[in-house]
């Protein structure tokens, strides 16, 4: 039995449920709300793994900022 359940986009590994993972990233793509165009999909990730990718002056938006929430 798979101990993960979520594999992280930025990694590759597998996420360990703890207090903030796994973080869910969703994309809405160019939504028209008259047509109903859009289209959304989901992503999973570390919380530590999107930080790191993040631009600094981004990461300062982060609601959570766990330290001990590294992998
Ligand atoms: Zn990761």
């Not at 703890?18 to 990730?45: H, Y």
């Amino acid at each position: 039995m798979n101990k993960f359940n979520f594999q992280c986009c930025f990694c590759n590994e597998g996420i360990a449920e703890n207090k903030v993972d796994p973080i869910d990233i969703s994309i809405i793509f160019n939504e028209d709300m008259l047509l109903k165009t859009g289209a959304t999909q989901d992503f999973w990730a570390h919380f530590y793994c999107l930080q790191e990718k993040l631009h600094p002056y981004m990461k300062g938006y982060l609601i959570r900022t766990d330290k001990e929430n590294e992998h």
